[in-house]
């Protein structure tokens, strides 16, 4: 059963530093990876999709890139600013005994401090 | 614009009642999904559909029913066999369910809790 894996659990950085999130899953046979940020009591924001042909994507101060055969993903903010404070959700696309579904991480909580 | 809707925001559920909750997109979206929420538990998947008028079980359907008449809306029903179901819920949908495996976009969810 594929298993993703998010570390840290939480982190709390001052603003302005960089900083990176990992994802890790067991099973490279996935279709793409797409990072969420959840705010409290909300739904889900999409950020990034990457495609299983796909290294890296970027959207603004945000880069995710993608080794399929290490079953590594990570998310890098650059400039963290109190606004990035969120849970971020790392989900693999793929096709279990449940069908083609996203396969979730538990999340990191980031905090960025003034 | 388009999205997802759900609804209720909130609901409030009595033992041995079934509720239902609403999911609405106007995406054209083929796939729909119904994740549930715990605390320090991520999101599991309920139940999904690909095509109007056909759905399959998720990782923890048992006690939970869905329907799929039209493509805009996948209702979840919360039956009393479900014994723990205060949790916050969440639809989803996508361009499609096969392994083309376009991005995914989720509504803002409905929290339900047994009182």
């Known amino acids: ?114 | 614009d388009g999205g997802i809707t759900q609804s209720p925001k909130y609901l409030f559920r009595k033992e041995g009642q079934n509720v239902t909750l609403s999911c609405e997109q106007n995406l054209n979206h083929d796939a729909m999904y119904w994740y549930r929420q715990d605390p320090g538990q991520g999101l599991r998947l309920i139940y999904y559909s690909q095509i109007v008028n056909d759905f399959q079980k998720g990782d923890i359907a048992e006690g939970y029913s869905v329907s799929r008449e039209k493509k805009e809306s996948f209702p979840l029903t919360v039956t009393s066999a479900q014994k723990n179901p205060t949790a916050f819920y969440l639809c989803a949908s996508s361009a499609t369910g096969t392994s083309t495996g376009g991005g995914y976009t989720f509504g803002s969810g409905t929290r339900l809790t047994v009182v």
């Open chain 1, 1 to 114: 059963k594929q298993e993703v894996t998010q570390i840290p659990a939480a982190l709390s950085v001052p603003e302005g530093e960089n900083l990176v999130l990992n994802c890790s899953f067991t099973d490279s046979a996935i279709y793409n990876l797409q990072w969420f940020r959840q705010d409290p009591g909300k739904g889900l924001t999409s950020l990034l999709l990457i495609q299983s042909s796909q290294r890296e994507q970027t959207s603004g101060r945000l880069n995710a890139s993608l080794d399929k055969s290490s079953g590594r993903s990570t998310l890098y903010i650059a400039a963290s600013q109190p606004g990035d404070s969120a849970t971020y959700l790392c989900a693999v696309f793929i096709n279990s005994n449940s069908g083609y579904a996203l396969n979730f991480g538990k999340g990191t909580s980031l905090l960025v401090t003034p």
